[in-house]
């Protein structure tokens, strides 16, 4: 579709485990971002790049959290160590470019469960 | 320290009524703000945006208003379709809106129930 799309659109795993998110952008577009939302929560931003570069990783929540985009395009977020604070939905969103006055587009995210 | 605030979790309006929908803000640093809708289930559906140089947007239905002494906009919805239920998110940007130069800073969203 021409939508961002991200997979899995459920996890479940348990403690410990590593897991890696997938964000598929809309094309064309150079600019995307992470978020999460947690329960009862407004949604959180994470890391956006421009490009295949990620100038700014201080909204990820720890050091357990990395994120890479490769080719201008997909990005993966990858949680190691996994703790059940993480639980919570992951959203992509992309832009047409590297700009506060563009609006971002969501994926459905990913609903990330631990247990 | 939420620096995007809606008060009201949710809102009830009747079918064919205006739904006015807040958001109050505290970074002045904010230039660009937006709403968007939310089904369950499903990612932020943008919905309508304003700049900081001007106090009113419309589209269609939709209109925002900003008013920037007060650190406060609304989205007016006229007149609500029972499609309109969702839940709400405001949203703002500026070049120190945290947590990295474009991510947006959102608020805790606002449940609109439209009534037949």
């Known amino acids: 579709g021409a939508g961002v799309s991200q997979s899995p659109s459920n996890k479940v795993t348990e403690k410990g485990k590593d897991v890696e998110l997938r964000c598929d952008p809309i094309?064309?577009?150079?600019?995307l971002y992470w978020y999460r939302q947690s329960l009862g929560q407004g949604l959180e931003f994470l890391i956006y790049f421009q490009g295949n570069s990620a100038p700014d990783k201080s909204g990820l929540p720890s050091d357990r959290f990395s994120a890479e985009r490769t080719g201008g395009s997909v990005s993966t977020l990858t949680i190691q160590r996994t703790q059940q604070e993480d639980s919570a939905v992951y959203l992509c969103?992309?832009?047409?470019?590297?700009?506060?006055?563009?609006?971002?587009?969501f994926g459905d995210g990913t609903r990330l469960s631990i247990l | 320290d939420q620096q995007v605030k809606q008060n009201s979790p949710s809102l009830s309006v009747q079918e064919g009524r205006i739904s006015i929908l807040n958001c109050d803000y505290t970074n002045s640093m904010f230039d660009y703000f937006l709403w968007y809708k939310k089904y369950p289930a499903e990612g932020p559906t943008f919905l309508i945006s304003?700049?900081?140089?001007?106090d009113k947007n419309e589209d269609g239905r939709f209109t925002v208003f900003l008013n920037k002494s007060a650190k406060h906009l609304s989205l007016h919805i006229v007149p609500s379709q029972p499609g309109d239920s969702a839940v709400y998110f405001c949203?703002?940007?500026?070049?120190?809106?945290?947590?990295?130069?474009?991510?947006?800073?959102f608020g805790k969203g606002t449940h609109l129930i439209i009534q037949p």
């Open positions: 094309s064309g577009h150079t600019a």
């Open positions: 969103a992309s832009s047409l470019s590297y700009s506060p006055n563009q609006p971002q587009h």
């Open positions: 949203a703002a940007s500026g070049v120190y809106s945290g947590g990295g130069a474009d991510g947006l800073t």
């Open positions: 304003i700049s900081s140089i001007k």
